[in-house]
């Protein structure tokens, strides 16, 4: 329950400053951005946290938006981050149209949606942008065998079309190398060529947690995808709240 504004204790946070060293484009209206933090060798956060990034305003006032990073942490202070444009947005259209070597300001690492200890085997549900913390959480697990030795992950990733199946490459190549990585792509509006799974990604997790109750899920999209497998976890099949993680990013 958030805390009533009246309660809080003021909080300066400290500013880091990014330089973007790479921009994508992985559909017409997302992005992947790279970026490198100034100033730093090695920028510490936990696979599947966010920062928060300021605009400055041609009135003087400053916006702020969280966004996931879309990468594991690395030996150099660098991460990734993958956002859309939104129409009437502003920070996020902003952060599209930046150039290579732009500079943004922002705070952080925040945020708990990170893999809970003990460890076990896990589904990670996504649609849309919400791919971006779980594709560093997928990298960290896959970097070193040991993370992921004696578990099973599979993936379940929901979106219209295939062109917007961020990071399949990725993906694919890790299912290829890991037997316990098992990736499992979900159109909703597909058409006749395509093979694979349809429909919604609450359908396919149904199948692959049958029977199960010893998993723990990780949920991040739109409230009404995380709400509709939240439903289908705790309240159809009876797991225990704690087993699920989730991520809303509307």
Excluded at 11 to 40: C, D, N, P, W
Excluded at 81 to 108: I, K, Y
């Amino acid at each position: 329950m958030e805390t009533p504004v009246q309660e809080r204790t003021p909080v300066e946070r400290q500013m880091f400053t990014a330089r973007i060293s790479r921009s994508i484009l992985l559909s017409l209206q997302t992005k992947h951005l790279e970026l490198s933090v100034e100033g730093m060798d090695e920028f510490r956060f936990v696979p599947g946290q966010f920062v928060s990034i300021k605009q400055p305003r041609p009135d003087g006032k400053e916006h702020t938006r969280a966004y996931s990073i879309a990468s594991p942490p690395r030996q150099n202070a660098t991460f990734d981050l993958c956002l859309n444009r939104v129409e009437e947005g502003f920070l996020s259209n902003w952060l599209c149209d930046l150039p290579e070597g732009a500079t943004v300001q922002f705070h952080g690492p925040h945020g708990l949606f990170t893999l809970r200890e003990p460890r076990k085997d896990a589904v990670f549900i996504a649609t849309g942008t919400g791919i971006a913390p779980i594709r560093g959480i997928i990298h960290w697990l896959f970097e070193k065998p040991e993370r992921n030795r004696g578990h099973e992950y599979w993936l379940v990733f929901g979106t219209r079309y295939d062109h917007s199946l961020y990071y399949r490459d990725e993906f694919e190549r890790i299912a290829r190398d890991n037997p316990n990585f098992h990736y499992v792509p979900t159109l909703s509006r597909c058409g006749e060529l395509w093979t694979g799974c349809r429909g919604y990604v609450q359908d396919h997790v149904r199948e692959i947690v049958a029977g199960r109750s010893d998993l723990q899920a990780y949920i991040c999209g739109l409230h009404q995808m995380v709400d509709a497998n939240r439903k289908l976890l705790k309240e159809d099949l009876g797991w225990d709240r704690k087993q699920i993680v989730f991520e809303r990013y509307d």
